[in-house]
């Protein structure tokens, strides 16, 4: 009788595994139809979103992106069942933008209107990579020519509210596409050298994906590109 016990415990087990994957399929089928997921609507606020950012981007010549509504689920799945989602190339071409702040900025720094000293920073680096600040501080002491002492550049992940104040989005769907203040942004080299040259990103909605060809993000965008992140 133990051994019948345990042999239903393994069957209910693999017929929980083939109910999760029978339902992320359905996920990705709709997706596919451009349906919303069957447990969430899409709101006028995250059309007027998609509408937005598309607008901006065809003004500025990029027609090359897609933008892809993702089940409220998206960020309790592994990586590979989201790229699978977004029909992404390879889980190293998902990446996420952090706002980060210079904690030890000058008194006299307080906003972004100085690109090369500024008080907030945009990193845009893969969820397969580690940030490393300690890098993106090096490379700010040396692009202000070694005029300002290294300890006066603390980079550290802004309060929510701070990023959402200064971009206009919250955590999960902060894009560098429209931002609410013209803050700098710096994108980590590893993203450019990805084949092929096409990564998605947060789209302005928690439950939006943007991918957009590298070359074209560059262009637009005008990133600082940093060596910024290991493995």
């Known amino acids: 009788m133990e051994g019948g016990g345990e042999a239903v ?12 994957q029978i339902l992320r399929r359905i996920s990705e089928l709709e997706l596919s139809l451009h ?20 607008s901006i981007l065809r003004n500025h010549g990029i027609n090359d992106f897609a933008l892809k509504n993702v089940p409220s689920d998206y960020y309790d799945w ?23 702040v210079n904690t030890q900025a000058q008194s006299n720094v307080t906003d ?23 890098t993106v501080k090096n490379f700010l002491y040396s692009l202000n020519d070694g005029k300002i002492a290294k300890k006066k550049f603390n980079l550290r992940l802004a309060p929510e509210e701070t990023s959402i104040k200064l971009t206009g989005y919250e955590h999960n769907a902060v894009t560098c ?37 590298t070359s074209d993000f560059i262009n637009f965008v005008k990133p600082f590109i940093v060596s910024c992140s290991g493995t």
């Open 177 to 213: 596409i429209g931002m609410k203040t013209d803050i700098p942004v710096i994108l980590d080299e590893a993203i450019v050298k990805l084949n092929p040259n096409f990564f998605w990103l947060g789209g302005g909605e928690v439950d939006l994906k943007l991918g957009i060809r």
């Open 35 to 54: 349906l919303p997921p069957s447990a969430a609507t899409i709101s006028d606020a995250e059309s007027d979103t998609e509408a937005r950012l598309s």
């Open 112 to 134: 972004c209107s100085d690109h090369n000293n500024s008080k907030y920073y945009v990193v845009v680096v893969q969820y397969t990579a580690r940030f490393n600040a300690e």
């Open 78 to 100: 592994p990586l590979e069942d989201r790229r699978r989602a977004l029909g992404a190339a390879s889980v190293d071409h998902l990446c996420k933008s952090i706002v980060l």
């Open 9 to 20: 415990a393994v069957a209910v087990a693999e017929l929980e595994r083939i109910q999760t």
